[in-house]
């Protein structure tokens, strides 16, 4: 797979947000949004065997999955050999590509009306950046996607009035619809990976 990097931080967002996890990075994404905070491009090629190794250096069993977009590159008898060594896999996907069924649990960030998911674990949806429609980009989309738990997470814009600007209404907009919970980005903040 290629791999762009691994690391150890806290997750910071959404479900398990404070929960320590090792970051499995995967290169290449199939969408362009213009708010992407993440640099996904270039990477190393490494085995299942190279990556695991690399895994097991953390204590943690908590594996995060992200990318760019891992939906890309997963397959079903990695996930497997995770499973073996006792890991609880996290994915995060934009939910245009089907993951592998063995996957423990699915984040989806829908940013493209393609979303191949009627129901996922966690839905994470990218608020109030002008780029994806403004407050609601799922009314945006016009699609629908089921979930255990529906988070909404401001956009990062990298301007700090902006960003403060779109946390008010994105507080004002679950206030309003409170099936929606606030997901902030808390590394971020902490100044952590
Ligand atoms: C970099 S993406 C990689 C996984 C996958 N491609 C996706 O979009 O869900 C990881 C998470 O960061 C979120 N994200 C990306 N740019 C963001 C930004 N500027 N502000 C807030 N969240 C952002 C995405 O929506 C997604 O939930
Ligand atoms: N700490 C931390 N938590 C995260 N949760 C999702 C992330 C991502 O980039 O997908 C991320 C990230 O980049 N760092
Ligand atoms: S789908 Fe995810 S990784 Fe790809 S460009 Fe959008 S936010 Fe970035
Ligand atoms: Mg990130």
Request: overall charge negative; glycine content about 8%.
């Amino acid at each position: 797979m290629k791999v762009k990097e691994i690391f150890y931080s806290l997750q910071g967002e959404g479900r398990f947000t404070g929960t320590a996890a090792v970051f499995l990075r995967l290169s290449g994404c199939n969408l362009k949004c213009p708010f992407c905070d993440t640099d996904h491009f270039d990477g190393t090629f490494m085995s299942h065997e190279d990556i695991m190794d690399e895994l097991v250096k953390y204590p943690s069993r908590h594996l995060v999955i992200t990318g760019g977009e891992p939906s890309l590159q997963l397959e079903p008898g990695f996930i497997d050999m995770l499973h073996e060594y006792g890991y609880f896999v996290q994915v995060e996907t934009n939910g245009t590509h089907p993951l592998p069924q063995n996957v423990d649990w699915i984040t989806c960030s829908p940013k493209s009306k393609n979303i191949v998911y009627d129901r996922v674990n966690e839905l994470k949806v990218v608020f109030g950046s002008d780029a994806v429609g403004g407050n609601s980009l799922l009314e945006h989309l016009s699609i629908s996607v089921e979930a255990e738990e529906y988070y909404l997470q401001p956009c990062d814009t990298g301007d700090k009035a902006v960003n403060v600007e779109i946390l008010g209404r994105c507080v004002e907009y679950i206030k309003d619809n409170p099936v929606w919970r606030l997901s902030l980005q808390t590394h971020k903040l902490i100044d952590i990976p």
